[in-house]
């Protein structure tokens, strides 16, 4: 019977399969695979610190547009606290007359209403009451008055409210306060 060759036969019969041929092919792959393998490792590598990289930039412009916001925001509330000021000198100002009129209780009722938003903002009021002691951190005195009889640095009359914003002096409140016994300055003003 005759032989039949396929081509696939031939094929077979060419290749080699020798042990050393088929070690050289072995360690041949296993140079390639593990280039491959650093060259993953380089790839994954990088992917980390790309990943890294965007989300520290994700982070910082989340916090660069909260502060960009929280900027706008504190420059609304400061035009806000002109508004404040205004109620603030209105109502003490108002004349005992209409002290019970319906009128000015809605003027005082818009007052808390703002005052409300103004701490629903996180906007407080700075302490500054008539013998609280003088903070250069959230006071700012603006009169030195002498013969009050109080101790030396204590606040003796709020001029004009302060506030703070969370955490931080949006505005210092101004102050008058004690002076000592002794020789007074020209810069130093009574407040009447």
């Not at 007359?97 to 906007?123: C, M, N, T, Y």
């Not at 109080?150 to 969370?166: A, C, D, S």
Request: glycine fraction near 6%; aromatic fraction near 4%.
């Amino acid at each position: 019977m005759p032989s039949h060759r396929t081509r696939a036969h031939e094929r077979a019969d060419e290749i080699d399969i020798s042990p050393t041929k088929l070690l050289a092919d072995i360690e041949t792959l296993k140079t390639q695979a593990d280039a491959s393998r650093q060259q993953a490792d380089e790839y994954l590598g990088a992917l980390q610190r790309e990943r890294a990289e965007f989300l520290n930039f994700k982070r910082r412009t989340a916090e660069e547009r909260q502060r960009d916001l929280g900027l706008a925001a504190e420059d609304l509330i400061r035009k806000v606290l002109v508004l404040a000021d205004d109620f603030d000198r209105a109502i003490d100002a108002r004349p005992d007359s209409i002290a019970g009129d319906p009128w000015f209780e809605g003027v005082s009722a818009i007052d808390r209403k703002l005052r409300q938003l103004l701490e629903s903002e996180g906007v407080t009021s700075i302490d500054a009451a008539p013998g609280t002691a003088f903070d250069p951190r959230d006071h700012e005195a603006i009169a030195n008055v002498p013969g009050t009889g109080r101790p030396e640095g204590e606040i003796v009359e709020q001029v004009r409210r302060g506030y703070r914003l969370r955490d931080r002096v949006l505005r210092p409140a101004l102050v008058a306060v004690a002076a000592g016994s002794g020789p007074t300055t020209t810069n130093d003003t009574p407040i009447n």
